[in-house]
Structures are given as structure tokens and as C-alpha cells.
């Protein structure tokens, strides 16, 4: 029944997380795993606290978007050791570029994918509709199953 499972990551502690569920679901299920980041389009993006915690240790001061997307590179390697970890073993990496949510969504559809992880800041169903955070509005727009890990 599951057969691919894409999962989306930002470097936050909740989308690694959501990354080992996933990963020990695809590994249950003999799943191949997508693991995503996205980056949005014509500016550098908000960088979580650990990749500008990682930009600093790199001595890049002030990251373009090249610079963005190594660090990206560097956190699904990252992320991919982590689903090997968790019991994954059929797994592919992307970067993608365009708005977060949508591309997300679009990259299901695209992968065919049977469910979608993703990893929440912990915001309550009333404070994401008001804030309209990405986890959110993946939930709202997907058309497959979305697991969001807190």
C-alpha cells in the first residue's frame, strides 16, 4: 500500500525526526524514501538555526543563494544517514526551488508519492490556520496522507 514516501526537510529538529519515522516506515513497508528541501525562489532563504549555526562554522558570513544550496546538499546528506539509520534503504535526495508548500505537494504528485512527512513546530490547529505554517498548508493541499511529526 505505501510504496513511496516523500519527506521534507529544513534542518529543524522536528523535520529530522519526521525523517526517522518516515524512514522506519519505508524500511517496514520496503518504501523507497524522497527526501526533499526547498528553497524559495529569488532570495536567500530564512535559514533555520542549525544551518546558520553551520554557515558560521563554514565561515560563510553572509550566504547567498549558491552558498544556501551546498548547505542544503550537505543537510539531506545528513538527513539521508539518518533514514539509513532508521531502517530506509531504498533512498534519493532532491533540492527543489519555488514556494515551499506547493513545491512539496507538487513533488508528491510528481514521485507518486503514497504519503507525505513532514515535521511541525508544534503550532495548534488555530495558531497554524492564523499563521498559515507550511506543515499546514502541506496538510491542506496534499492529496495523499501527510504524517506531521512534532
Known amino acids: 500500500m505505501i510504496e513511496k514516501i516523500l519527506v521534507a526537510v529544513d534542518g529543524s529538529a522536528h523535520s529530522l525526526k519526521a525523517v526517522e519515522y518516515a524512514a522506519a516506515i519505508a524500511g517496514a513497508c520496503n518504501a523507497k524514501l524522497s527526501i526533499l528541501t526547498v528553497l524559495k525562489p529569488r532570495k536567500v532563504p530564512k535559514m533555520s538555526e542549525e544551518l546558520r549555526k553551520y554557515a558560521q562554522l563554514e565561515h560563510i558570513d553572509d550566504a547567498d543563494h549558491e552558498a544556501i544550496k551546498l548547505l542544503s546538499s550537505d543537510l539531506l546528506a545528513h538527513a539521508k544517514e539518518v533514514a539509513k539509520k532508521s531502517g530506509a534503504t531504498d533512498i534519493e535526495t532532491s533540492v ?10 507538487n513533488v508528491a504528485v510528481m514521485k507518486k508519492a503514497s504519503m507525505i512527512a513532514i515535521g511541525s513546530r508544534g503550532l495548534g490547529n488555530i495558531e497554524a490556520t492564523l499563521r498559515g505554517g507550511v506543515s499546514h498548508r502541506v496538510e491542506l493541499l496534499a492529496r495523499c496522507p501527510v504524517l506531521t511529526v512534532k
Open 96 to 105: 527543489e526551488t519555488g514556494p515551499v508548500a506547493r513545491t512539496i505537494v
